[in-house]
């Protein structure tokens, strides 16, 4: 993998650095991995999808000025990363955090660059099963600016964050897309036709998502609208989505994953990605022992017990909607909390319970 990314770099470098001037983002391409996608995993996105909700583990590295100086902070990231989790419900996945932020404060490592720090950085500060989360000052790639990168899977569990594009509501959740799997929806190459006859071999290979001809803040304006005129051989107009998350559009507009991409994402989870796991054991709370927690009536109409044996490591739980939202959350400061939930919508909801060193239970929870 590592030969193929160097390989990849020296001959991609241009177009890549050509395609950087607005800050986008330097994930390679992978000519093998859309080759799965088009081979075994797009043919397979038809098939009913059995799903269970699934945690993914993560830790925060914090890069920040030798001084502690930063354009960020963590309470930026976590909102950030509260709000991708809105986004990846959707494919029945919740990023939980495993191990507390490691915070270096180093200007060297603060002023990333890809040729310089990739390689030291991932022997020096990353975890090993769970999804490495770093964010930096900057981020350069081949001599230019970018907002992040990642890579396609099978590699290493990683997405890294320019400060500048870390909290614009789109570019993180852009980064994990790459990690779990989807191409950008221009895809590998500008081939796919407008009317959509060849998009499970050509483009992202996501047929749901329409062709599009790279797009960028020249042909999407502020209101997110899309003026390009570009044509595909056929002389059609292209028309695209500039709210897709995984396209270049100006990063406000994109607020959208299609079915088909959220299939693709929890696919690739589970078939190449599965092995991420929060291992922590320090406390009763990460051994996954439901009988140090619950919730109760559940099914409830109003009036919720929660009932925790432990408050190290401060818990709490976080409640969910069906469509990801967070409705609710809530700091376990004694064994017994009561919670009102009269004002809460019938329905069901996913619970989470976290707490400063990670893991955790998941469940549901059915307000009647
Ligand atoms: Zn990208």
């Avoid at 996954?288 to 559940?298: L, T």
Wanted: proline content about 5%; aromatic content about 12%.
């Amino acid at each position: 993998m590592k030969s193929l990314l160097v390989f990849c770099i020296s001959l991609c470098g241009l177009s890549i650095a050509s395609a950087q001037s607005n800050q986008e983002c330097a994930t390679i391409n992978n000519q093998e991995w859309f080759n799965k996608i088009r081979a075994s995993i797009q043919p397979n996105l038809a098939l009913p999808v059995k799903r269970q909700l699934s945690t993914i583990p993560y830790q925060i590295h914090f890069f920040r000025a030798s001084d502690g100086s930063s354009n960020l902070t963590l309470a930026e990231i976590y909102n950030e990363i509260d709000s991708v989790n809105q986004f990846y419900s959707n494919s029945d996945m919740v990023f939980v955090e495993c191990l507390s932020p490691q915070i270096i404060d180093d200007d060297f490592y603060n002023a990333f660059d890809y040729n310089t720090h990739h390689a030291d950085v991932l022997s020096q500060f990353y975890t090993e099963e769970v999804v490495n989360m770093y964010f930096y000052g900057s981020v350069n790639f081949n001599g230019s600016p970018v907002c992040g990168y990642s890579q396609y899977p099978p590699s290493e569990d990683y997405v890294m964050m320019s400060a500048n594009c870390a909290t614009n509501g789109s570019t993180l959740a852009h980064e994990l897309g790459h990690l779990f799997g989807l191409p950008h929806t221009h895809g590998g190459t500008p081939d796919e036709l407008a009317d959509g006859s060849n998009c499970a071999t050509e483009g992202d290979y996501i047929c749901d998502t329409p062709a599009d001809p790279t797009l960028g803040t020249s042909t999407v304006d502020t209101n997110c609208v899309y003026t390009g005129t570009a044509t595909d051989a056929n002389g059609m107009p292209y028309a695209p989505d500039p709210s897709n998350i995984m396209s270049y559009s100006r990063k406000k507009c994109r607020n959208y994953f299609s079915p088909m991409q959220y299939d693709v994402i929890n696919y690739t989870y589970l078939n190449e990605r599965y092995y991420l796991t929060c291992s922590v054991t320090s406390d009763g709370l990460n051994n996954h022992d439901e009988k140090g927690f619950s919730i109760a009536p559940n099914p409830g109409i109003e009036d919720m017990n929660i009932v925790i044996n432990t408050l190290a490591y401060h818990p709490k739980v976080l409640f969910m909607d069906i469509s990801g939202k967070m409705v609710h959350t809530l700091n376990l400061s004694n064994t017994l909390t009561q919670l009102n939930t009269a004002a809460w919508p019938s329905g069901m909801y996913f619970y989470l319970l976290t707490n400063d060193i990670g893991k955790i239970v998941s469940g549901k929870y059915i307000k009647q």
